[in-house]
Every structure is written in C-alpha cells, then in structure tokens.
C-alpha cells in the first residue's frame, strides 16, 4: 500500500521549486517567485523587534488573533472601503492569506460541492478545493485583455456550486475587475445562493486609474463573502504570514471554526507590528503605490525592447508577457530556455489552469517585478538578447 494518501498523490513539486532550483543552478535574475528583494520598512521591523523584546509576546497569541490586530483590520476596511466590520466577531486572524483561503473553504464548503474558480488561478485554491473533497469548475479569462466570458462564467453555476473564489486585484494576469465583472459575479452568486471566497492580497497594488471594488461591497453580498487579505505584499513582509478574513459573523464564524484546528494560533509579535502598520497615515500607501508604478515601468520597457507583447497590468506585481514572436515552444520550454540561455527565470504558467483550459495560457509567461530598480534593469539587458 502507497504511504502517501490518494488525495495528495497526485501533487507533484510546485513550479516555483523548480524554477527557483534552476535560476540558482544557472545564476540567473530570478523574476519568479513574487518574492520582493527588498526589506519591510525599518519602522515596521522596529514593532515587530519591540513586541518580541517586551515579554508579552513571545507565547501563543489568541486564537482568533490579537485584538490590536483585529480591530487594525476594521479599521482598515472602514478607512480604505467604508465597511463597518465588528473586530470582535467579524475578523479572524490567519497564517497567510494561504491559511485563510484553506480554512474559507474547509470552514464553508462541504464535500460533493463545487467551487467555481477564475483561471488562470493562484495555484494552491484548486488543491485546497479537492483536499476538501469539493470538485472545482473553472471558468478562463481571455487573453489579451483577460475577460471572463458572461456565459461560460454563468454555465459554470449548478445546483451544487457552493462556493466561487475570487482573486481582485489578480494573480497572474494583473487584472483589476471592474464594477460591471464584479456585479454580474455579484448577481449569479446571489441568484443560486453562493459564498464568495475573495483573496484581495494585492489591494493596494494598483496601477493608473485601476479602483479596488471588494465584492462585499456590492449589494446583497456582505452576507455571503468572505474577504482574505494580509500583510506580505503591502507590508513587503512575505515572510511573516500575517493574514486575515473578515465580513460578516455569521460568514467568519466557518473560517474560524475551521482556522482553530489548524494552527490553533499566529505568530504573536508579527500581529503586533502589522496592526501598527495597517494604521500607517495615508502617505505610506501612496508612496508603495508610486514605487511599484516605476517597477511595472521598467518591466514593461524591459519587456517591450525583448519584442514581448503584454497586457498592461492594472494591479499586482505581476504580469504576464506573450512570447510566440521570439520563441517556438510550450511555456516550460521557453521558461526553460530563458532561465539558461538569456539568465532570467520567470513562471510558466501551465499549473494555473486545469487541463481543458492549457492552450489558452499556451503563448504566455509571468514575470515579477517586485524586485529593486537595479535588478530589473539588468534583468533588461539581458532580455534584450531574446530579440536579436
Ligand atoms: C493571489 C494570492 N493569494 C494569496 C497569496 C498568499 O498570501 P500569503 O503569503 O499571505 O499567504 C498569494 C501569494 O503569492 C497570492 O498571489
């Protein structure tokens, strides 16, 4: 008999793993992962550095996690999209927006039921889905500009969708959904009695005139979503895995039964240091967003000079480029051959989509662009080379 259970046999490495080994092995700049190479700013560190030193942090924090956290994630919520959320019984603290997703759909979804999910997608939602014994249905946005079509997402609803998990702004593809998405999503979901699942990890990497609408916020839709976000990319603080779900109790009340058997608890002066960061004035949000509109600049010049086409991204860190001008071959192929040949590693983004739906990603790779100013420059160097 195998040693590892049915429902994990069939995971294989995750691409990151591979890509990561490979940059390393070949020394390439490595535009994977969305990883930023800078530090968390000082003053946040300097909280964190203090909760530890002060004793009262250094053992288990409440389960549901620290009220000084809890309410910084109200108050965030009120400040940034006029939502009224009980700290108390309407915030639970997660390790990561990970753990809140995993804990979302355990909490909220029962085996049998389908959970619809909008390729291409952040790849651990479909894992979580099946770990649960739920099946995922898959609706594909179209490139070039990455739309869902309004009737393959309304074919994807059945009598036993429970659950729709939404990523605004989006992971791969750096789509920001517009009111109008938002609502037609908003409309199926209430029409056949659906919880939406809404990772916003990236709300305030935003691009342009791109607005970040949380579908909670739409009519009739507190009641039935749950909303994910966390510290990593905002605070560039990937490494401390502070998350958080919020809306309304009855919601949050599934994730938190679900969330108290999983980690019990969350690393206690990480919460600290992030309730303080969440009431950061105005200016430390404006200026984050300056500093990553200058990234997505050089990337996409970057781009442009390799002869890459691209979807301008709206939000993210993240965007992703076509390459069939300049190379013949599948995504791993040419991620393969770009890590080698040219020195910079970015994702193939084949394991963002179900099998079905692999062609419609067939032309396209994601580069990351949280990365020092420097580093994105060389990584443009050596991308020229792809079109000469
Ligand atoms: C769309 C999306 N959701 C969730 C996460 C994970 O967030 P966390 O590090 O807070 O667990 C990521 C990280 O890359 C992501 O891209």
Redesign the pocket.
């Known amino acids: 008999m195998s040693r590892i259970a049915r429902r994990v046999s069939a995971y294989g490495t995750t691409v990151f793993t591979e890509i990561n080994d490979l940059s390393q092995q070949y020394n390439a700049i490595n535009l994977g992962q969305?990883k930023p190479d800078f530090d968390t700013p000082p003053e946040i560190v300097a909280q964190a550095a203090a909760a530890l030193q002060s004793g009262s942090s250094n053992q288990y924090a409440p389960g549901n996690g620290v009220p000084a956290l809890r309410k910084a994630v109200a108050d965030h919520a009120a400040r940034f999209y006029g939502m009224q959320i009980d700290p108390m019984r309407g915030v639970v603290i997660t390790n990561?927006?990970?753990?809140g997703?995993f804990a979302s759909v355990v909490g909220l979804v029962d085996a049998g039921d389908e959970v619809i999910v909008i390729e291409p997608y952040?790849d651990l939602y479909v894992p979580t889905i099946t770990m649960t014994g739920a099946t995922p249905v898959y609706v594909p946005l179209h490139p070039p500009q990455w739309t869902f079509a309004p009737d393959e997402l309304r074919a994807a609803f059945s009598p036993k969708t429970r659950a729709l998990i939404l990523?605004t702004p989006q992971?791969p593809v750096g789509r920001v959904f517009t009111y109008d998405e938002l609502k037609l999503i908003a409309d199926l979901c209430i029409e056949h009695d659906v919880t939406v699942i809404s990772?916003e990890?990236?709300e305030h990497l935003l691009f342009g005139s791109a607005q970040h609408i949380p579908i909670a916020t739409l009519p009739g839709m507190f009641e039935r979503t749950v909303t994910l976000s966390?510290g990593?990319k905002t605070f560039s603080s990937?490494g401390w895995?502070i998350?958080w779900a919020y809306g309304h109790p009855d919601t949050v009340a599934g994730v938190a039964r679900a969330r108290q058997f999983i980690t019990f608890s969350v690393h206690h002066s990480s919460q600290e240091a992030i309730a303080f960061a969440l009431n950061l004035p105005g200016t430390y949000f404006e200026e984050f967003r300056a500093m990553y509109e200058r990234k997505r600049q050089l990337m996409m010049e970057a781009l442009g000079r390799a002869g890459l086409k691209f979807f301008e991204p709206e939000g993210t860190y993240f965007i992703m480029a076509d390459f069939s001008e300049v190379f013949a071959g599948t995504p791993t192929e040419f991620a393969r051959y770009l890590t080698k040949e040219i020195g910079v590693s970015a994702i193939p983004p084949e394991t963002f989509y179900c099998a079905e739906h692999q062609h419609i990603g067939k032309n396209y790779i994601r580069f990351a662009f949280c990365k020092s100013d420097a580093l994105l420059r060389a990584a443009g160097e050596r991308l020229a080379r792809l079109r000469r």
């Open positions: 969305g990561g927006a990970s753990e997703i952040f990523n992971n990772d990890v990236y966390s990593g990937t895995k998350g």
